[in-house]
């Protein structure tokens, strides 16, 4: 299945990317785990290489962890523009949504969604990276875990880790950036003190 899922989206990728000179380069993403969501907060920037408007197509592929509906929540915002989402086309695990970049300049394209997790495992799919053919030139992600949230594992150890009001902060940041593997969470979820 996870064969079929990156042929998949490598297909649908491939004219997009090689049809339109965009940068895809940086990315600051806040995750959040409660007692039943896995919520993404990120800030995706885009460049246009060139001197035309360029309105790509933007597919964001969201991890399968249970049965239930994959996205539950999702708003996409300009950041020029945080009153009025972006239409979004949601089907199973990926999202959709067309931007418009003017010539030569940088976008900031803020994403919030939320899935329900199942009690013991999260991801985030960061592995796509690889279809823009370069790595980011910065990334940095935040887990935000309440007390009863124990992690267990990560597949991608944080660089730090603080604690706040109950409250336990995950910290990874990179620069030039190619993710060889997914960042997935193990956790397990004490009674709510």
Request: one cysteine or more.
């Amino acid at each position: 299945m996870k064969i079929f899922f990156f042929l998949f989206y490598f297909l649908i990728s491939i004219p997009w990317i090689q049809s339109q000179p965009i940068d895809f380069f940086r990315e600051e993403i806040t995750f959040e785990l409660d007692s039943i969501y896995f919520i993404v907060n990120a800030d995706f920037y885009f460049r246009n290489t060139t001197d035309k408007v360029l309105t790509p197509m933007v597919t964001l592929p969201v991890a399968r962890i249970n049965y239930q509906k994959q996205i539950d929540t999702i708003l996409v915002f300009l950041q020029e523009n945080l009153v009025q989402p972006l239409p979004v086309q949601v089907k199973d695990t990926l999202a959709r949504f067309s931007i418009e970049l003017p010539p030569g300049q940088d976008k900031l394209i803020k994403v919030i969604y939320q899935q329900r997790h199942n009690g013991h495992t999260a991801k985030y799919i960061l592995t796509t990276t690889w279809y823009w053919k370069k790595p980011l030139e910065v990334a940095s992600y935040t887990l935000v875990c309440p007390a009863y949230v124990n992690m267990e594992k990560f597949s991608i150890p944080p660089d730090k880790i603080s604690n706040f009001n109950r409250t336990t902060l995950f910290y990874w940041n990179r620069t030039n950036y190619m993710p060889e593997t997914d960042l997935l969470l193990e956790f397990h979820l004490a009674v709510d003190p």
